[in-house]
């Protein structure tokens, strides 16, 4: 009666609730020790967890019990416009971020792209605020199969695979891209591997 109850149960069963639910003059404990016995160094053994008993797999073949599931995530709107903006124009700051979006960047968004690794904090602008940058990671270039970001693909390319406007739109009030600033503290001219380098 003990084995089919703790076998049955989702959650450990102390001797009590055992007491409870056998018939009067049985005795638990002395149930639940010959049980544990009797599943030494089986597939399974009766554990004690705090003041409960509970079957578990064995310590040793709980790696049988692994799976492992592919997880997609996609990206939000947001958040590939937010990683476009810092792949093509690394180093860039949020404020920078947001006036080529036109719209505030919330703080998930970077966060998410932070966590899935394909974005990292760059060094500090030496501007008043000293505010931080942001630049992709070699994952984010590993993922795309890129070999620097000096290999993301150009307007025309973008263009000719459906993915721009082939013209400019002709609106006056578009938001000019950033331009790189001499206090910058990553120079252009040097090659992609030190956007990569830790402070």
């Known amino acids: 009666m003990v084995e089919a109850i703790l076998f049955a149960a989702t959650t450990p069963v102390t001797t009590r ?11 638990p404990a002395e149930a639940v020790a010959k049980l544990r016995q009797r599943y030494q160094g ?8 705090g003041d409960g008993y509970a079957f578990r797999t064995a310590a040793d073949l709980g790696f049988l019990m692994q799976s492992e599931t592919i997880e997609h995530r996609r990206l939000s709107r947001a958040g590939t416009e937010t990683l ?3 792949a093509y124009h690394q180093p860039v700051t949020r404020a920078e971020i947001e006036e080529i979006r036109g719209v505030a960047v919330s703080r998930g968004t970077l ?3 932070i966590e ?7 060094r500090r602008r030496m501007t008043p605020g000293r505010p931080a940058t942001f630049v992709v990671t070699e994952t984010f270039l590993d993922h795309f199969g890129l070999e620097s970001a000096r290999d993301l693909p150009g307007l025309s390319e973008l263009r000719a695979a459906g993915l ?8 006056p009030m578009r938001v ?22 830790d402070d």
């Open 111 to 113: 966060d998410q792209l």
């Open 176 to 197: 000019p891209l950033v331009e790189r600033h001499e206090d910058d503290d990553v120079d252009p001219d040097e090659p992609a591997e030190d956007l990569f380098e």
């Open 116 to 122: 899935m690794e394909w974005v990292r904090m760059g």
């Open 84 to 86: 476009a903006i810092i």
């Open 164 to 171: 721009l406007e082939s013209r400019a739109p002709d609106d």
């Open 17 to 27: 609730d055992l007491a409870a639910r056998m018939p009067h003059g049985c005795d």
């Open 42 to 49: 089986r597939g399974v053994s009766l554990e004690r967890i």
